[in-house]
């Protein structure tokens, strides 16, 4: 089992800057890739980056040159470093973990493939 602990949301002005954490235990061996997931009000879970164990990462497009995700292994927390924030980036953000690549969970559905989520943290972005 895995256990996911996000933190660091909150609101801000268009432009501004968070950093969200997420703080892992458990079973290591079952989340080799760690992600950062958005989901907006009856939408479905959408990959916004992650990092795997081989050091892969993958963006979704909207976070590319704003957003820059990073691992502390030796603290076992995943980080996401949100700057030039858009009104559009508001919602809910959620940690995941699994075993997988990076670059399936910013895919289509990519959300599937993840086995433990923590329970998210807010992001409101004002204009």
């Known amino acids: 089992q895995v256990q996911l602990v996000e933190s660091g949301g909150g609101s801000v002005q268009a432009g501004g800057s968070l950093r969200l954490s997420c703080a892992a235990s458990?079973?290591?061996?079952?989340?080799?890739?760690m992600a950062w997931f958005r989901q907006g009000t009856g939408k479905d879970r959408e990959g916004v980056a992650a990092i795997d164990s081989d050091g892969n990462i993958s963006y979704a497009d909207s976070a590319k040159g704003r957003f820059t995700v990073s691992k502390d292994n030796a603290k076992n927390t995943l980080y996401l470093q949100m700057n030039s924030l858009r009104p559009e980036d508001t919602d809910r953000y959620y940690c995941?973990?699994?075993?997988?690549?990076?670059?399936?969970?910013?895919?289509?559905?990519?959300?599937?493939?993840?086995?433990?989520w923590g329970q998210g943290t807010q992001v409101t972005v004002s204009s």
């Open positions: 458990g079973n290591t061996h079952e989340m080799s890739c």
């Open positions: 995941a973990a699994d075993n997988t690549l990076a670059v399936i969970a910013t895919t289509l559905h990519g959300n599937r493939f993840f086995r433990y």
